[in-house]
């Protein structure tokens, strides 16, 4: 089997996964990206790729970058086409390696981040069915791998794990019960696993578990030990100030909170992105939880009416949250019909999500009430 001391990268399903080893000549790049610093991320690659003799992780890598930087720049429209040109562009490279070097399960697992890219844009765009279809086509990867690793390929348990917890969702959510009952733990032991042992996706294992803690499970102290573990070694990652803010909220932190939030803001002010308004919607979400856990209602629907109207945040599953908690506020301030119609939003999301659920039993009972 063929050893490299080169950046590793794996997407699928549900949260980028993108990995180094710890060399002191990646590294750099390492603090970079998962500091969303992207154009140095990019540019670094690039160079990789005219000089490695080793190219096929920053083939990989290079594919996947360009998507994040996208999606945080809410460069929606594009997403498609730039990757499916890069997947076009390099995969006769992988291809080509591998029926000649089918050993090398580093290569293997480089050409199956570059093929799971797709994933992350299907989520964004709420293609649930594509994922369903062509997750499975990915991870058969992992046959291969198996069969040539010398030891259990910890990094891919990431993949797994998410593609099981993302089908035992959509089984709760949607009513397919052969999709909810699976005789493990529904792929969170995986993520744990990935998260203990991995070399390289062991910080993509740690956000997936954060969502997971803060929206399905709510177990908010263990996604604060996630959170500040995180954030230790990588300060300027968005999208974990923003989980941490959101989720010392739900503890009644409110100065920490804050403190995250103003944090996330300052890099926002000083131009971490090139186009901010999908961060800027997520700041606004994250001020309106706040409020709204403060029973501050005109605050917090002055605050999720402005996200529910941009519609710009990355993750698709807030277009189910946010109507969803614009109805509590209103169901609770006694303006039921309100609350109806923002229910219903929630429910007609399409999204399979514990809070369309939620929506859906309290628009049942609503009606029944009539």
């Given at each position: ?188 032991d995986d993520l744990w696993n990935a998260y203990r ?15 997971i803690y803060l929206y399905d499970k709510t177990d ?71 409020a709204m856990l403060k029973d501050d209602h005109p ?72």
């Open positions: 089997m063929k050893k490299t001391t080169q950046i590793l990268l794996t997407f699928l399903v549900i949260l980028p996964v993108y990995a180094f080893d710890m060399s002191e000549e990646d590294s750099e790049v390492f603090e970079h990206f998962y500091n969303y610093r992207f154009d140095e991320t990019i540019a670094y690659l690039e160079s990789k790729i005219r000089t490695s003799d080793y190219p096929y992780p920053y083939y990989a890598f290079l594919s996947y970058a360009d998507i994040r930087s996208r999606l945080a720049n809410a460069e929606y429209d594009s997403l498609n086409i730039k990757t499916d040109a890069m997947i076009r562009k390099f995969r006769p490279h992988f291809e080509t390696y591998l029926q000649e070097h089918p050993e090398d399960v580093d290569a293997q697992f480089y050409y199956t981040v570059l093929l799971g890219g797709k994933m992350r844009i299907y989520l964004q765009e709420m293609k649930y069915f594509a994922i369903i279809r062509e997750g499975p086509k990915i991870l058969s990867n992992k046959i291969t791998i198996d069969h040539y690793a010398d030891e259990p390929y910890a990094d891919l348990d990431f993949g797994t794990g998410s593609f099981d917890y993302y089908l035992s969702v959509i089984g709760r959510n949607a009513g397919f019960e052969i999709l909810s009952k699976k005789p493990q733990s529904n792929g969170i042992h991995a070399k390289f996706t062991d910080r993509e294992a740690a956000i997936a578990l954060m969502y908010y102290e263990q996604c604060e030990s996630l959170c500040k573990d995180f954030l230790s070694k990588y300060p300027d990652n968005l999208e974990v100030l923003a989980i941490a803010s959101e989720n010392a909220c739900h503890r009644e932190r409110w100065l920490e909170g804050n403190r995250y939030l103003r944090h996330l803001e300052r890099l926002l002010n000083k131009g971490i992105l090139h186009n901010d308004k999908g961060w800027r919607s997520r700041v606004n979400y994250l001020k309106g939880i706040r605050e917090a629907l002055n605050h999720l009416n402005k996200v529910f109207e941009r519609d710009a945040i990355e993750y698709s599953w807030y277009r189910a949250i946010v109507p969803k908690y614009i109805a509590d506020i209103y169901l609770d301030m006694g303006l039921k019909r309100t609350a109806e119609l923002y229910y219903k939003k929630a429910v007609d999301s399409n999204e399979m999500i514990p809070h369309v659920r939620e929506a859906k039993d309290t628009l049942k009972y609503l009606r029944k009430m009539k």
